[in-house]
């Protein structure tokens, strides 16, 4: 066991060194391992600040020989790990004997072994040792890479070992009771606090010529490179730069350019990747990446070596996209151009006579290698000459064909599918820089006859496992897709060769054919990709037919109606992420480009209600399609028939065009930050429109040919776009509106107007920043158009106010008449309430019902004509013997039926059971005779039928017989659906 006893040790005694107590928290000890002790686990204790006081002391007959001693004393105790409470002291040790290393060479020996203990594994008797010593520990292990100055390659390559065993952690050889060992990651942490990378990295100028020396401090930067830290202290120690300019030293055993590249690999990941290429972006490091490059590539036949060869073609990729590194005038652009395209352009360099790629996996790999580096090194201008002399563009149309089955190289399938896809998009980037070259080579007509073969129904299974070949996996999607992004990329360029020759070979036919079909075979399972393929197509249509009028005659109906099948998509995919967002971007450049200007196209539009989608889209509120939509709309209302066409749209809710508009130009101007009061009133008459930014942006005096912050204004928002088609659909004629709309189409009337005053205003004050004074009539001018803009803003403002007055008197008139109507609602419902009270009372009360038909008698009679003309024939309408006082429904009566037949109008009521039957029978009802569409007669006025209220007796029935009728029609009042004839035939409930 380690003890924590003060005094000297025996051995110390022996040797002349005093004895001296002292507490144990004083003095770090150590213990020393006899049988005995090591039997029991108990060390005695040793002072080593006593070894340190020997070890400085000088000029002592015999003195070395002691240090010696006790240092191999020392050595042997720590034999089984070093516990962190010693380790400050234990490296001061080393530190003292490796100082007399010159002048005593045996010190080596010392030094070595102490090294050889910082190998082992640290032990901590607290947890919380790691934080207390972790400033002793770190100070101890940057020692390590001072000490690499001592020149003995021996002791060199002893670090080496140590630091390297940092990253191999072993258990203690023998467990010591009342330790643990520290945590495996704890020196590696300590050696980045330490700044071990940085000494490291500096020793490597000590071994130029010291191959086994460098090739240990290569493997320690290559673990210490692990680190983010490290590679952080490496790269600003010019790690990069001066491990790669050594990269082609002789190294018999490969290991040097080996772990050579896996620190630049881990410099570039794990550190400031600019920096790094900043380091290695000159003369002597390209030059010996070159030529470890052609070395590996003419002379690598290992798996390893070609391994090797890819990573460092990956290395200089990464170099060679900082414009500054000297590719060309180090030759390594030329070689590496050489190297992509030697096995499709025949060449009789000496560096590739008699090369040849097979198809392994590393050499497929270097083939994509080299497409990648043609891309990044095309970027700098200066290379293009370099890439005609190398036929680039030849090499790499070889892929763009459909597949033989005779090749030049033996790929797989899957490899040719890969580099055919990895070509075309390589093109994409170097064509478009070589426009003679790809004309040349009937690039055009190479491409077209391509796309022929991807729209053909030719059996092809393509592998699609590349990056370029995602969601081409059993069709030719892919190969379309990258196709027509190289024609994309050769439209854009706006050259007229190139454009007329794609025109004369049926392009936009062909495109349309493309996008006509995909429509009629959708494909759900590859939609994103389809997306994108339609996007392009329409991209190159635009590119085609802008500005010329018979292109777009060619485009014609047919391109129309892809542009509306386009249009009628469902609003709700345009946030489904798969890219209907493009395509409709797409879409719309296509209108502007492909429609507008051509007549018979743009009436045709119209006629298939295409100025109806676009309002559609216009009303989805998406601000990212706004600005387009009304540029189109501005150049449509060209067209005289398009004003009626935009009247006639309703959108939801019944909104109109206008009111649509009106609304865009709120919200613009709400962003915008322009001040406008709670109804929409003009706040500043003198600035009507200005912005927030506007009023933060200082007026500066600006060259003539400079726009000014307020004409910048007109083109950065969409409030100029939306008074021009406000403007040619007639400002006094538009359908819909609010009054809030009218307060807004004030301003937006005057828009021009104010435009014109805040222009004239900015040149005004940008006069007086300069301190110039106008001659008179020009201040007078000036002034006279400030003031009348400002009489314009006042003008403006009073006619909203005008506006909103008329407003609220109608909003006020508007509710007055929704009272009235509440108010004869309610008084029409108490009519009514009294009505059917009434109505109750006479069927209950009989003096009621009396006065009620003497009323109703009283009323008809009043109501006829007296004076009667001669000879009229007078129709009785009365039915006597009927009391009722409400109308008793429709009563026909067929005048050809005998009154003995049927038994006359009153045949089914009780005065016509008191008559007797004809010819001593019942009276029968005809069939025939039928009552269309009776109204349904309430229960009480039924009963009236049965009860005769003119019987004399009526006086004489008894009280209970009374109530008994007012309970029956109360429980009957409300029993709709009962048949006339079933009531009739029921025996009457009133007598006893």
Not at 218 to 234: A, D
Not at 894 to 921: C, H, M, N, Q, Y
């Amino acid at each position: 066991m380690w003890t924590e006893e003060a005094g000297a040790t025996a051995e110390a005694q022996e040797s002349g060194i005093g004895n001296k107590s002292s507490s144990s928290s004083q003095i770090p000890v150590v213990g020393v391992v006899t049988e005995d002790d090591e039997a029991q686990g108990v060390f005695k204790a040793m002072d080593l600040n006593r070894v340190i006081k020997l070890l400085e002391e000088t000029d002592k007959v015999g003195l070395e020989e002691k240090q010696l001693k006790f240092v191999k004393k020392l050595v042997q105790c720590y034999q089984n790990g070093l516990p962190l409470r010693d380790l400050a002291q234990i490296f001061k040790i080393l530190n003292l004997c490796s100082g007399k290393i010159k002048n005593q060479p045996r010190f080596i020996e010392s030094a070595y072994d102490i090294i050889k203990l910082c190998g082992l594994p640290f032990l901590k008797k607290k947890v919380s040792d790691e934080i207390t010593y972790a400033e002793d520990t770190a100070n101890s292990i940057a020692l390590l890479g001072d000490l690499m100055k001592i020149p003995s390659s021996e002791l060199r390559i002893q670090i080496c070992k140590c630091i390297v065993d940092f990253y191999h952690a072993e258990p203690p050889k023998k467990h010591i009771p009342g330790y643990q060992q520290a945590s495996s990651s704890y020196k590696i942490q300590m050696a980045e606090v330490g700044g071990l990378a940085k000494t490291m990295v500096q020793s490597m100028t000590l071994l130029e010529n010291q191959l086994v020396e460098k090739l240990w401090v290569l493997k320690v930067l290559q673990h210490l490179s692990t680190s983010e830290v490290n590679c952080t202290i490496m790269m600003k120690a010019q790690a990069a730069s001066g491990i790669c300019t050594h990269l082609n030293d002789p190294d018999p055993s490969g290991q040097l350019l080996f772990r050579s590249s896996e620190i630049l690999w881990n410099l570039l990941e794990k550190s400031s990747k600019e920096e790094v290429i900043q380091q290695l972006s000159n003369l002597e490091c390209l030059l010996a990446l070159k030529e470890v490059f052609k070395n590996l590539f003419m002379r690598g036949f290992s798996h390893y070596d070609r391994q090797l060869r890819n990573d460092i073609l990956v290395i200089t990729t990464i170099i060679a996209q900082n414009p500054e590194a000297p590719m060309i005038e180090c030759g390594f652009t030329k070689d590496l151009i050489l190297f992509a395209t030697f096995n499709e352009v025949k060449s009789q360099n000496l560096l590739v006579k008699g090369l040849k790629l097979s198809n392994s996996y590393e050499d497929f790999e270097l083939k994509k290698l080299l497409f990648n580096v043609i891309v990044i090194l095309c970027k700098d201008l200066p290379t293009v000459q370099l890439l005609i002399d190398g036929k680039v563009i030849l090499a790499l149309f070889t892929y763009v064909k459909k597949p033989e089955k005779q090749k030049i190289i033996d790929w797989s399938a899957a490899q040719h599918e890969e580099l055919q896809l990895h070509a075309i998009a390589t093109l994409s980037s170097v064509a478009p820089l070589l426009i003679e070259e790809y004309m040349s080579c009937q690039g055009n007509a190479r491409v077209l006859a391509f796309l022929e073969w991807c729209e053909s129904e030719d059996p092809f299974f393509s592998h699609g496992n590349s990056f370029h070949g995602t969601g081409g996996r059993g069709n030719k999607f892919a190969q379309m897709r990258y196709s027509l992004r190289l024609l994309r990329a050769m439209v854009y360029l706006e050259d007229e060769t190139v454009n007329k020759d794609l025109c004369e070979k049926g392009t936009i036919q062909q495109m349309i054919g493309i996008f006509k079909n995909m429509i009629s075979k959708p494909n759900e399972k590859e939609e994103a990709i389809v997306l994108e393929i339609q996007s392009d197509i329409l991209l190159i249509l635009s590119g085609l037919c802008e500005n010329h009028i018979q292109r777009k005659e060619i485009f014609g109906t047919e391109g129309v109606d892809i542009v509306l099948h386009v249009m009628k998509t469902d609003p709700r995919k345009l946030q489904s992420g798969l890219g209907y967002n493009v395509l409709l971007f797409s879409t719309l450049d296509s209108i502007w480009c492909c429609i507008l200007g051509c007549y018979p196209s743009e009436d045709y539009f119209l006629e298939k209600e295409g100025i109806f989608l676009l309002l559609d889209l216009l009303a989805l509120n998406q601000k990212k399609f706004c600005n387009l939509i009304l540029g189109i709309m501005v150049e449509f209302c060209d067209n005289p028939k398009t004003a009626a066409h935009v009247n006639a749209w309703q959108g939801k809710k019944d909104q109109t065009a206008a009111s649509l508009l009106i609304k865009l130009w709120r919200k613009e101007e709400k962003e915008l930050g322009v001040k406008r009061d709670k109804n929409g009133k003009i706040i500043d008459t003198k600035k009507p429109l200005f912005t927030s930014f506007q009023e933060e942006q200082k007026i500066i005096p600006l060259p003539a040919n400079c726009p000014s912050i307020a004409v910048m204004d007109v083109s950065e928002n969409i409030r100029a776009k939306i008074y021009a088609i406000l403007g040619k659909l007639d400002f006094e004629n538009l359908p819909g509106l609010s009054a809030e709309d009218f307060v807004t189409l004030c301003i937006i009337h005057r828009y021009l107007d104010f435009k014109i005053g805040e222009i004239w205003n900015e040149i005004y004050e940008e006069i007086k920043l300069e301190k110039l004074r106008p001659v008179t009539t020009d201040k007078k001018a000036l002034e006279a158009i400030t003031t009348a803009s400002e009489n314009i803003g006042k003008m403006v403002a009073s006619l909203q106010s005008d506006i909103i007055e008329s407003q609220a008197c109608q909003d006020v008139q508007n509710e007055q008449k929704v009272y009235a109507k509440i108010q004869a609602t309610h008084k029409q419902r108490e009519l009514a309430n009294k009505s059917w009270e009434d109505f109750l009372a006479r069927t209950s009360n009989a003096k009621a019902l009396k006065k009620a038909k003497r009323l109703q008698e009283k009323a008809i009679e009043a109501s006829r004509y007296h004076k009667r003309p001669q000879n009229a024939i007078f129709h009785q309408t009365d039915i006597k013997g009927l009391n009722t006082t409400v109308p008793s429904g429709g009563v026909v009566t067929v005048e050809s039926t005998p009154a003995r037949l049927v038994g006359g109008p009153l045949v089914d009521t009780d005065i016509a059971l008191k008559k007797l039957p004809i010819r001593g029978g019942a009276l029968q009802r005809v069939k025939a005779v039928k009552i269309v569409d009776a109204p349904k007669k309430s229960i009480p006025t039924i009963l009236q039928f049965r009860f005769d209220f003119q019987r004399s007796d009526q006086e004489s029935l008894k009280c209970n017989t009374f109530m008994k009728m007012q309970r029956f029609i109360s429980s009957q009042t409300f029993k709709t659906g009962r048949n006339l004839k079933e009531l009739m035939l029921q025996p009457s409930p009133f007598t006893d």
